[in-house]
């Protein structure tokens, strides 16, 4: 993984749950790709069509409450999200997004003060994040190495077969 991401930021407030992330009416959908294309469209519909490579989620507190479906933090990698920010996020939510190497980091002064259409850029050695739009710089605690490795590894189970070899 590249140790810095740059990328706009999607904004979003408290308590986005993992029904808001990926609705349930989709999760009958066998393909991840076709999934991902439903992605946050009953809070932000044209999120899909705008979302690039490279773009990070700000979210204030509780990001991906709910349910322990592992498809949330899925189709948010799938569309090309390349790291989240909030202020605090539900337990479960955290663990998946970690499992399949998806970056989040908690931030309260980020999560609070990035606004929608800012450019970040997020430095994972340091946890270093600089709001290039208004150069402010926050800085969230990095991710422990054993959890850097599984990011790095693109998920746990990559992360394990690494381990392996």
């Known amino acids: 993984m590249n140790p810095t991401v740059r990328g706009t930021a999607f904004k979003y407030g408290d308590n986005v749950d993992t029904d808001v992330i990926i609705p349930a009416r989709y999760l009958n959908i066998a393909d991840p790709q076709e999934l991902a294309t439903h992605a946050m469209e009953d809070i932000d519909p044209s999120f899909v069509r705008n979302v690039k490579p490279g773009d990070i989620v700000v979210a204030t507190k509780n990001f991906g409450c709910g349910s322990s479906r592992e498809h949330a933090p899925r189709v948010l990698k799938d569309n090309g999200v390349a790291c989240v920010i909030a202020s605090s996020f ?24 990035i606004r929608g259409g800012d450019e ?25 190495e054993f959890i850097q490795q599984i990011v790095d590894n693109e998920g746990l189970l990559n992360s394990l077969k690494a381990r392996g070899k």
């Not at 970690?98 to 970056?103: D, K, R, S």
């Not at 050695?125 to 800085?139: A, D, L, P, Q, R």
């Open 90 to 113: 539900a337990r479960i939510f955290y663990r998946n997004a970690i499992n399949i190497g998806l970056p989040i980091l908690e931030c309260e002064q980020a999560a609070k003060a």
């Open 120 to 144: 970040v850029t997020v430095d994972f050695s340091t946890g270093t994040i600089v709001n290039e739009t208004t150069s402010e710089t926050f800085e969230a605690l990095p991710f422990p």
